[in-house]
């Protein structure tokens, strides 16, 4: 029995769509546990390429089990248009089920956040504007709306009655937007009931009998561990916990369940919005970078917004690796770097009073922080083709092991480019 979580070391983007999509071959459930459409996740196999931001990665593998837990910011029609792409690129429709637990995003989420965003203007957070955290500031104060309640009309009408009252006063007298009836909302969401309706189980149930039946179980994360509203770069976080010790909370499985956690960074940095990033890159190097990395340079797999990029950050990826418990570490994109002479690494920062720290910083200190470089031999060719670990060159070896003991967490797979076969197991 396993019970893997695969999470972000990171910022997120660091290729968890691509590791979920590869270990799901030797997997019974995929679970998608927290967050919702506002990032997604690259997926490049037989079918096609494909940016999932609602079903879990599983969806491509058929003896798969794909399971959208309480913990998830549904968005219905998001799913279901996923749903629906897949079948039109010849995808076999996927095994399924959704939480009767789990909360959907409602179309007044969205309506917020962009109000919100729009209020802020300069001093924004570089919201995606899909709803995510209004809907998680409804969910804990006990405004949110169940997947189970979208069946029960008179129960429907109650909550939305309960929830608009104070968002009509926001929106009149903050936003000067016209107030939001709930009739025209019913039908709409009991719409999204009936089509939810085949999806809807217990699957906190399903899973636990999974579990105790020693079936293989992925846990997939969104986004990644410096986004965490606990332990990340807030106020530049995400809503809902991005850490593995979050997983089985939001699947529905014991804390003793979780037997492996994998948290996935890439060989390089990347950031997609606002906030802290020590180790950014700017002007020419920049450029090359961004326009070498991922499958098609790094940009938004949800917005299609430039990455911001930079080199390994060592400070960063260590501190995620230690919040995430990461009991082992797969290396994305090593192939991209295969352009440079010299490979620089981030190994330390200095703060603004001129301490040195290997430790990752809070607050004005991580903001006022400048990158310490180290530099390691390139190897100047192309990996794309390698699939055992001796077939590295030795100079992407030492990179490789480098940012093993600089990060203390064993490297246990490389990916070598996009698709699903360009994948190193290194025991
Ligand atoms: P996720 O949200 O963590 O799944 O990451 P994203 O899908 O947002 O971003 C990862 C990007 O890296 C995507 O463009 C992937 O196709 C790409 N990718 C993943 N692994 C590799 C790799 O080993 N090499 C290259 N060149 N691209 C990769």
Redesign the pocket.
Known sequence: MTVTAIV?ANW?????????DVLSAQSDYVVRYQGGSN??????NEYG?F?LQALP?GVFHAGVINVIGPGVALDVETLFRELNSLETRGVPAPKLCISDRVQVVLPYHQLFDQLEEERLGSRSFGSTRRGIAPFYADKYAKLGIRTSDLTNEDRLRARLTQALESKNVLLQHLYGHAPLDVEPLIPQLMDWGVRLQPYLRDTTAVLQQAQSDGKRILLES???ALRDPDHGIYPYSTSSSTLAGFAPVGAGLPPYAVTGILA?T??YS?C?GAGPFVMELEGTEADELRR???????????TGRPRRVGWFDAVATRYGCSIQGATGVAL?????LGYLDQIPVCTAYELADGTVTEAFPVGAQLDEAKPRLSFLDGWRSDL?EARTYDELPAAAQRYVEFIESAIGVHVAY?????RRD??IVRA
Not at 12 to 20: I, L, V
Not at 332 to 336: E, H
């Open positions: 972000g997120g983007d660091e290729g968890k769509g691509k590791m979920t990032a997604g996740h690259t997926i490049i390429k940016a990665s969104q986004l990644g996935v890439k060989a990347s997609v070498r990395g991922g499958d098609a340079g790094e940009f938004g797999a949800v994305t994109n090593l192939d991209v794309s490389i990916s070598v480019g996009p360009q994948i």
